[in-house]
């Protein structure tokens, strides 16, 4: 810490986390070394190994399992959700979640550190969610570990949500925990990216777009429906939206504008063949301030009104996910103040609280009126990560400093008054 004076229990604290900063990154290289590719999201194996590993610690994890249909029905293969409950004292006092997912995009090409070894190099550990965010399983669990090991009074409770369908939009993770009612927090700290606490996010519209036309042979065009040039029309008539989108600005600090993108296609069947079918994946990115079920209605009526009339051609429209935007919360107010004191004290230096482009499972508590925030180990902005890029990495100087902010700020918490 920057030299500024700490109280007998924040030094207990830090100490604490210091002499043992060497087995947390060795339990983080223990997390990280488990694949969990979602797809195909395979992922109740890791979180056997987690709910072992945290025995270690004289903790129990509940073991949570999705029914395998409606893990099936979503696209995915298994998932098992954790909670650790940690209570203080004698009842009152708050109850704070710290949520991390452990599903991760595919590594992809291009590394040049094995994805899941977990290495050590030149003060940084690689490997696919090392940052976004196997890191913070490791952030949460030391940080509680090290308010524990003070032997504070303390009141309220801990709770470690660590959950394994974000990837997929998080209903069958933090959502079917809140869904069951295994779980009702006051606050929620969850997985961060950066230094900044993030208190708003956007929302998310996933859409696959299928248009149908006829095959036909390539020496005889005239005999099929090109899906094609019909999914061409489509796509101009998304892409021209966008100087639109780029006018509709955000009053939240840290998002701008809305986006769109079609991430995907497929379509045809060979290289002398009319294509019969083509299918396309589109992502709409809103901001806070715009109403998902316009947008929805508006991008539904671009894609249909782009081949009205267009003889032969039918398009099928099938939403993949609306995931709603994480907004401030009047409660979430003394949980930033904490976060922003404990920081400055950690790091020397003021963090700002702001929203982020990106979405993620904090929503999913925001929806039931549950204050979250953002806030993790990370870099200082996200690209220097390289989060669910080639050769993804975590500083571990941020790893430490991140448990220390988080240790600090449940102290802030739930210590007795």
Known sequence: ????????????????IDAHFDEQVAFLQGVVQIPTDTPPGNNAPHAEAVAQMVERFGWHAEQHPVPRAAVEAYGMQSITNLIVRRPYGNGGGPTIALNAHGDVV??????????????????????????????????????VRALEAA????????????????????????????????????????????????????????????VHGKSGHGAMPETGVDALQAATRILNALYGDLPRLRQIKSGIAGIDCPTMLVGRIDGGTNTNVVPGKVVMKLDRRMIPEEDP?????????????????????????????LSHALRPLAGAAPLVASLQKNARLVLGEAISAQGTPLYADARLYGERGIPAVLYGAGPRTVPESNAKKADERLALADLRSATKVVALTLLDLLAAQ
């Not at 810490?1 to 604490?16: C, E, G, K, L």
């Not at 939009?169 to 006051?186: K, M, V």
């Not at 947008?295 to 009205?308: D, F, K, N, P, Y």
Request: glycine share 12%; proline share 4%.
């Open 151 to 210: 032997g504070i009074a303390l009141h309220g409770a801990v709770e470690l949500h660590f959950t394994y369908d974000e990837e997929f939009g998080g209903l069958l993770g933090p959502g079917w925990l809140l869904e069951q009612n295994l779980t009702q927090p006051d606050l929620v700290i969850a997985a961060g990216f950066s230094y900044h606490i993030v208190t708003a996010h956007n929302a998310c519209l996933q859409l696959e777009v299928t």
């Open 1 to 16: 810490m920057q030299n500024i004076q700490q109280t007998p229990a924040q030094a207990a604290i830090s100490d604490w």
């Open 106 to 143: 595919p590594p992809g090409e291009g590394w040049t550190h094995a994805p899941y070894g977990g290495e050590v190099v030149d003060g940084f550990i690689y490997g696919r969610a090392t940052a976004v965010s196997k890191g913070d399983f490791a952030t949460y669990i030391f940080a």
């Open 293 to 321: 079920v316009l947008v929805e209605a508006q991008v539904r009526a671009l894609i249909e009104g782009a081949v009205a009339g267009v003889d032969g051609i039918r398009v099928d429209i099938r939403r993949l996910l």
